[in-house]
């Protein structure tokens, strides 16, 4: 058996789970979404470190509020980074929920809650979702 916590970009079996949800703001491609925090069951709203540690996964297409939308729970889907670009040494690091809503950043947030969305796969932002809340500071 080998270590389980390694990334192998290279692999390509990762089984896509994907839905449909209603949106409660407008949504870019590959923001990653979170359950809405005050009521209004159902809506997903952009992510950041910041807020609630639920998070519903990627958005595979664009919206508007009250919209419906496809998007990635696990599997492969590309994500919208705070870094201007991502280098060849940054496939499969670690990727973490931002400090700011609906990003993804390869450095762990030093405050809020740290959630590993998944592992960069590609420069372009491909990342193998799957997402996992590693410690929340109070």
Known sequence: MGNRDVF???????IE????????????S????????AGAHGLAEKASSSGTSAILGVAEQGGSIG???????????TVNFTEA??????IG???FVSDTSGKGTI?????????RLGYLKT???????????LFKYS
Do not use: C, F, H, W
Request: avoid cysteine; hydrophobic fraction near 35%.
């Open 17 to 28: 789970i994907s839905t449909s949800i209603t949106i409660n703001e407008n949504i870019t």
């Open 107 to 115: 450095t762990a947030p030093s405050s809020g809650t740290i959630i």
């Open 67 to 77: 919209g419906t939308i496809s998007m990635i729970q696990s599997g492969i889907g």
């Open 85 to 90: 670009s991502l280098s060849s040494s940054d």
């Open 93 to 95: 690091k670690a990727v």
């Open 8 to 14: 192998n970009p290279d692999d390509t079996d990762a």
């Open 123 to 133: 420069t372009g932002g491909e990342v193998l979702i799957s997402p996992q809340i």
């Open 30 to 37: 590959g923001d990653i979404l979170r359950s809405k925090i």
